[in-house]
């Protein structure tokens, strides 16, 4: 299964396969530059195909959990000054994807979406320390009768376009769509203070499944 936001980019992959393939036969005449040609352009596809596929997953709904919005490696747990939309202290559980993660985005809880609003930005490596204020991003605000959770999708070096379906006055169900970066990028939770966080820095989580924190 494949993401929509990949449709476009899949078939044209698919054309250039068959079209590069079809032309290295014709103009061509070494078999072993046609199979080295057939090889490379089906890693380039597969790659393509990989990278856009869209997982089902099985979220455990619970209002008492905040579950991980990506899939990736955790790379910063630490207290920080949200500026943007609390203006005070959060809990930052940020996550990196590599362009071989599946990028999906999913809603960490369930509840309304409260804010919503996008940032043009630079496009330095998302594990720079200015990434999350300076980079191209998204900021979406859930809130339900337990908790309030902010978090950032961060376009990165390689990820050139975020794309976001959370809106405003939007009622969201965890382990939902909420958008798509495409190629490498991260994404940033931000909890309460006194949240009990579930995961470990190093540690890998699937996004709408892992359990990132716990009320």
């Known amino acids: 299964m494949f993401?929509?936001?990949?449709?476009?980019?899949?078939?044209?992959?698919?054309?250039?396969?068959?079209?590069?393939?079809?032309?290295?036969?014709?103009a061509i005449q070494s078999e072993e530059w046609q199979i080295a040609i057939l090889v490379l352009t089906l890693a380039f596809l597969v790659l393509i195909l990989q990278f856009f596929r869209n997982p089902k997953r099985q979220t455990t709904i619970d209002e008492n959990t905040v579950v991980a919005p990506v899939d990736g490696k955790v790379v910063v747990i630490e207290e920080v000054h949200e500026k943007e939309h609390f203006k005070d202290k959060r809990l930052q559980v940020s996550i990196f994807m590599s362009p071989i993660n599946v990028h999906v985005t999913r809603h960490p809880i369930k509840g309304k979406v409260v804010f919503s609003k996008y940032h043009p930005g630079k496009y330095l490596v998302a594990w720079h320390p200015k990434a999350s204020e300076e980079n191209e991003r998204t900021t979406v605000v859930v809130k339900n009768d337990n908790i309030e959770v902010l978090y950032r999708q961060i376009a990165g070096a390689l990820a050139k376009r975020i794309v976001n379906y959370a809106t405003e006055g939007k009622q969201v169900v965890q382990g939902s769509d909420s958008g798509f970066i495409k190629f490498g990028s991260r994404v940033d939770v931000y909890l309460p203070i006194g949240t009990k966080v579930n995961v470990t820095l190093n540690?890998?989580?699937?996004g709408g499944e892992s359990v990132i924190a716990t009320l």
């Open 3 to 26: 993401h929509k936001e990949g449709f476009k980019i899949i078939s044209v992959a698919i054309v250039l396969f068959i079209g590069i393939n079809v032309a290295s036969y014709v």
């Open 203 to 206: 540690q890998k989580v699937r």
